[in-house]
């Protein structure tokens, strides 16, 4: 729709975050919302109209290179996942609009939490609109917002934040049984692992690290 490139467009244009620009955002998404009819169809469209501006970073996904080589009904899935996007498995019974304030953790930081919903939102992610278009928002559950302190790799404390969406209310209608493995090594593997290169390498300190995939969880597509 119309609605819906000229508030990829806006945000594309207007990628760094000021609180001035909010307003007009929010405007885009309402008329955006009230064209579409239904926040279903209006997510739907701004999908589409930003996969075709920015493009997919699953595009190599259908590489003809993956056929064989990839075990075919893990490739399938991966397929279907990147197309479709990731099913919820909802079990609950059908709802009402579900609403939530933030905890106390997030209250003091709403303005950094704008921040990172621009961000997501200049990333397709987020539709940003106002309470004018509530009758178009029934059966969306809202999650609590809270903020826990992040650390500096040296474990000391960065003067930034983790938002956490608590899904609590959502989940409880969600079986992780339903969902695929995700499986990682346990706790004997690693300290194996450890033992192993401390034969190996005997007096030479074993140092562990961490490092996480950017914005790993919001670069599938849910519905």
């Known amino acids: 729709t119309e609605e819906a490139a000229a508030y990829v467009k806006y945000l594309s244009t207007h990628s760094d975050y000021d609180e001035a620009k909010v307003p007009q955002v929010v405007k885009l998404g309402n008329e955006l919302l009230v064209a579409a009819g239904s926040w279903k169809q209006a997510v739907s ?3 589409t109209e930003h996969l075709r501006a920015h493009g997919s970073h699953f595009t190599g996904l259908w590489d003809p290179r993956w056929n064989g080589a990839v075990d075919e009904l893990l490739l399938e899935y991966a397929r279907r996942v990147a197309q479709e996007g990731v099913r919820s498995r909802f079990r609950g019974k059908p709802h009402h609009r579900h609403e939530a304030l933030p905890h106390k953790s997030a209250l003091a930081f709403l303005l950094e939490a704008m921040a990172s919903l621009w961000l997501d ?26 903020r826990v302190p992040k650390m500096n790799p040296d474990r000391t404390m960065s003067d930034k934040g983790r938002l956490i969406w608590d899904g609590t209310y959502p989940n409880e209608s969600c079986p992780k049984d339903d969902h695929p493995p995700a499986k990682e090594p346990v ?25 996480e995939a950017d914005e790993a969880f919001k670069w599938v597509w849910r519905h």
Request: hydrophobic content about 50%.
């Open 45 to 47: 469209c701004l999908r």
């Open 187 to 211: 706790h004997a593997e690693v300290i194996r692992l450890l033992v192993w290169w401390a034969l190996m390498l005997p007096g030479i300190p074993l140092l562990l690290g961490k490092k």
């Open 121 to 146: 939102a200049t990333r397709g992610r987020v539709l940003l609109c106002s309470s004018e278009v509530e009758h178009l928002l029934e059966g969306i559950i809202s999650s609590p917002l809270a």
